[in-house]
């Protein structure tokens, strides 16, 4: 059998490196791996330098074995000694922590728009984004608001245009709204909304620094499908069957439609029946005024609180306008990477598939930094094998319940024998 492993040069010791994809000569793991049902073979696409870190993308289709946390992950080299890795997430960015904003000079302008003057206060914090917190009220509320910010409360720049603002009080869309403009170090805020109708009530202001996205999350593989049937002013999109369970933190969607607004709700369920709502928003492109930048003039994403489900369905509020008939409608998880010092003996193999695996600790997490994590160098993952080997962690009797049963039947019925041999 000819070798495809390529030999590092300059006197490196690291020995694996491209691996073809195709099964070994045993898929069986050594003895003291055998509770780990499946494996995957990695390896380096090239020589690198000693000691350098190596990742691996988690796969969607990993999940289906794995737990959806990750922590029955293993790797081991090719003697079968375990080998230390991070589990790495890019952030997202810091969010600083919100700031009550005073109000004054609330007011409308009649048949134009409603204002409020905003003061984030005299300590020159950096601020980026303004949370509206309306009035409590029963009607339903769509504006759209403009943010103007000044440092000496007379000559105003708009730093964010046509912003949507809405309270929709039927589906649940009544709290807060966060609008996003560019950083600034001004104190005043001029928000004005603009409804051309009663004013607008503005109850509470926030303001923090909240970071971009450093990665943006990465769509799962499995499609989803618009439903045939929905309530009236509903579009309703679920994915082709049950999906393993990977942690799911938000939905993208995709159209070509220049301008557009739709409020969204996901929500989760464990039997396809009975659902529980996880996260919602409103997702929307408009043209963009001159001199606006583009990127404020969508959002095409919503954030989830981080689930991981079997069924899934994204609802899509069309209300009283037509459905969007490209709309493509996409599950966002969180790009993972396991990221290890590959050692001497390879090739490696990542093992799961073990329920009652045990969170692994490495000193590998306390020795190397956010850069280093985000700098190692790519390695490949291959198809996934089947432990021949493989023993069950859970114990006898859960693996084996009939055996349970029968004889907890036979000692019912030795008891009852008993019984009735102590009456006569």
Same mark, same amino acid.
């Given at each position: 059998?000819?070798?495809?492993?390529? #030999?590092?040069?300059?006197?490196?010791?690291?020995?694996?490196?491209?691996?073809?994809?195709?099964?070994?000569?045993?898929?069986?793991?050594?003895?003291?791996?055998?509770?780990?049902?499946?494996?995957?073979?990695?390896?380096?696409?090239?020589?690198?330098? !000693?000691?350098?870190?190596?990742?691996?993308?988690?796969?969607?289709?990993?999940?289906?074995?794995?737990?959806?946390? *990750?922590?029955? /992950?293993?790797?081991?080299?090719?003697? +079968? @000694?375990?080998?230390?890795? $991070?589990?790495?997430?890019?952030?997202?960015?810091?969010?600083?922590?919100?700031?009550? %904003?005073?109000? @004054?000079?609330?007011?409308?302008?009649?048949?134009?728009?409603?204002?409020?003057?905003?003061?984030?206060?005299?300590?020159? @914090?950096?601020?980026?984004?303004?949370?509206?917190?309306?009035?409590?009220?029963?009607?339903?509320?769509?504006?759209?608001?403009?943010?103007?910010?000044?440092?000496?409360?007379?000559?105003?720049?708009?730093?964010?245009? &046509?912003?949507?603002?809405?309270?929709?009080?039927?589906?649940?869309?009544?709290?807060?709204?966060?609008?996003?403009?560019?950083?600034?170090?001004?104190?005043?805020?001029?928000?004005?909304?603009?409804?051309? +109708?009663?004013?607008?009530?503005?109850?509470?202001?926030?303001?923090?620094?909240?970071?971009?996205?450093?990665?943006? #999350?990465?769509?799962?593989?499995?499609?989803?499908? *618009?439903?045939?049937?929905?309530?009236?002013?509903?579009?309703?999109?679920? !994915?082709?069957?049950?999906?393993? /369970?990977? =942690?799911?933190?938000?939905?993208?969607?995709?159209?070509?439609?220049?301008?557009?607004? =739709?409020?969204?709700?996901?929500?989760?369920?464990?039997?396809?029946?009975?659902?529980?709502? %996880? +996260?919602?928003?409103?997702?929307?492109?408009?043209?963009?005024?001159?001199?606006?930048?583009?990127?404020?003039?969508?959002?095409?994403?919503?954030?989830?609180?981080?689930?991981?489900?079997?069924?899934?369905? $994204?609802?899509?509020?069309? &209300?009283?306008?037509?459905?969007?008939?490209?709309?493509?409608?996409?599950?966002?998880?969180? &790009?993972?990477?396991?990221?290890?010092?590959?050692?001497?003996?390879?090739?490696?193999?990542? /093992?799961?598939?073990?329920?009652?695996?045990?969170?692994?600790?490495?000193?590998?997490?306390?020795?190397?930094?956010?850069?280093? *994590?985000?700098?190692?160098?790519?390695?490949?993952?291959?198809?996934?094998?089947?432990?021949?080997?493989?023993?069950?962690?859970?114990?006898?009797?859960?693996?084996?319940?009939?055996?349970?049963?029968?004889?907890?039947?036979?000692?019912?019925? $030795?008891?009852? +024998?008993?019984?009735?041999?102590?009456?006569?």
């Amino acid at each position: 059998m000819t070798s495809r492993f390529e #030999r590092p040069t300059g006197g490196f010791t690291l020995l694996f490196a491209v691996l073809v994809a195709g099964s070994l000569a045993a898929a069986e793991l050594p003895k003291e791996w055998r509770n780990w049902s499946h494996f995957r073979e990695v390896g380096a696409r090239s020589a690198g330098e !000693p000691g350098e870190l190596l990742s691996v993308v988690v796969p969607d289709d990993l999940y289906e074995h794995a737990r959806s946390d *990750l922590e029955d /992950l293993r790797l081991i080299d090719q003697g +079968g @000694s375990e080998i230390g890795y $991070v589990l790495h997430s890019p952030g997202r960015g810091l969010v600083h922590e919100w700031r009550k %904003v005073g109000i @004054s000079d609330a007011g409308i302008v009649p048949d134009r728009y409603s204002q409020v003057v905003g003061d984030t206060g005299d300590g020159g @914090s950096v601020h980026n984004a303004i949370e509206v917190t309306l009035e409590p009220g029963d009607e339903d509320i769509f504006a759209w608001a403009e943010v103007a910010a000044s440092d000496d409360r007379e000559t105003w720049r708009i730093v964010r245009q &046509r912003a949507p603002l809405y309270r929709f009080d039927e589906e649940g869309f009544r709290g807060p709204i966060t609008i996003r403009y560019p950083r600034t170090h001004d104190r005043w805020l001029q928000l004005r909304l603009f409804d051309e +109708g009663e004013e607008i009530l503005v109850e509470k202001l926030r303001v923090a620094e909240k970071g971009d996205s450093e990665v943006p #999350r990465i769509a799962i593989r499995r499609g989803m499908t *618009l439903r045939s049937h929905a309530p009236d002013g509903e579009s309703i999109w679920e !994915p082709h069957g049950t999906l393993p /369970l990977m =942690r799911i933190s938000g939905v993208r969607v995709e159209t070509a439609r220049e301008e557009f607004h =739709r409020p969204i709700v996901v929500s989760v369920g464990d039997d396809g029946e009975t659902w529980r709502q %996880v +996260g919602r928003g409103h997702v929307y492109r408009f043209r963009a005024a001159e001199g606006e930048d583009l990127s404020q003039r969508q959002s095409l994403e919503v954030e989830v609180r981080e689930t991981a489900a079997r069924y899934w369905r $994204v609802t899509v509020l069309d &209300r009283g306008d037509p459905p969007i008939d490209d709309l493509d409608v996409k599950l966002l998880r969180d &790009r993972q990477s396991i990221v290890f010092k590959p050692g001497t003996q390879g090739p490696l193999r990542i /093992l799961y598939g073990n329920q009652r695996a045990e969170t692994p600790e490495y000193e590998l997490a306390k020795l190397t930094t956010k850069d280093e *994590l985000e700098a190692a160098r790519e390695a490949e993952l291959f198809r996934e094998q089947a432990n021949d080997g493989y023993v069950s962690s859970e114990p006898f009797t859960e693996r084996h319940p009939v055996i349970l049963w029968l004889a907890l039947g036979l000692a019912v019925v $030795v008891l009852g +024998g008993l019984a009735l041999k102590s009456l006569r």
